[in-house]
T-cell receptor, first 113, second 115 residues
Framework: KQEVTQIPAALSVPEGENLVLNCSFT??????LQWFRQDPGKGLTSLLL?????REQTSGRLNASLDKSSGRSTLYIAASQPGDSATYLC????????????FGTGTKLQVIP | EPEVTQTPSHQVTQMGQEVILRCVPI?????FYWYRQILGQKVEFLVS????????KSEIFDDQFSVERPDGSNFTLKIRSTKLEDSAMYFC?????????????FGSGTRLTVV
């Protein structure tokens, strides 16, 4: 059974700092990994999608990497801003079947002005 | 950008009542899902739906739950007799396979409160 863990559970940084969020998964037989952002009481906004054959994806100030063999992904946020404050979730999709995803525990990020 | 639309955004219901949560997936998507998130907990998979039938469901998705795509555009989740523990945020999602996986698009959720 796939288990997805995110460390740290919460993070508070001053504005402008670069930061890294971590996602670990136990079963490396994945199809892809998707990073989401969740604002309090709101839905899930997709940030980046990495296919199992890829090593990284970039979108603006965000860069996500994937190391399938070690069961890890990182989300790098450059030059953090107060608007980046949210909970960040990684979701791993397994191979085969109809591809439900398994969500991580989330990292709650606060960027202090 | 196309969106997954969910209604209502918040529903309060009495224990034992039936509720129907509604979703309009993105029009050319083929795979549909319901997930839920109990306050303070992980987002959990409930059910996936493809080609007008359930393709996979979790142990949470028992006989109290059902899904339907009644008219080719709406996708509904029905809870027959709500319990207090059904209180959660329910998310609908859809995706399309275009040769390359495009990932999930989630709706903004329906917060269900059972009293």
């Amino acid at each position: 059974k796939q288990e997805v863990t995110q460390i740290p559970a919460a993070l508070s940084v001053p504005e402008g700092e670069n930061l890294v969020l971590n996602c670990s998964f136990t079963d490396s037989a994945i199809y892809n990994l998707q990073w989401f952002r969740q604002d309090p009481g709101k839905g899930l906004t997709s940030l980046l999608l990495i296919q199992s054959s890829q090593r990284e994806q970039t979108s603006g100030r965000l860069n996500a990497s994937l190391d399938k063999s070690s069961g890890r992904s990182t989300l790098y946020i450059a030059a953090s801003q107060p608007g980046d404050s949210a909970t960040y979730l990684c979701a791993v999709r397994r191979t085969g079947g109809y591809q439900k995803v398994t969500f991580g525990t989330g990292t709650k990020l606060q960027v202090i002005p | 950008e196309p969106e997954v639309t969910q209604t209502p955004s918040h529903q309060v219901t009495q224990m034992g009542q039936e509720v129907i949560l509604r979703c309009v997936p993105i029009s050319n998507h083929l795979y549909f899902y319901w997930y839920r998130q109990i306050l303070g907990q992980k987002v959990e998979f409930l059910v996936s739906f493809y080609n007008n039938e359930i393709s996979e469901k979790s142990e949470i998705f028992d006989d109290q739950f059902s899904v339907e795509r009644p008219d080719g555009s709406n996708f509904t989740l029905k809870i027959r007799s709500t319990k207090l523990e059904d209180s959660a945020m329910y998310f609908c999602a859809s995706r399309i396979f275009q040769g390359v996986e495009a990932g999930y698009t989630f709706g903004s959720g329906t917060r269900l409160t059972v009293v």
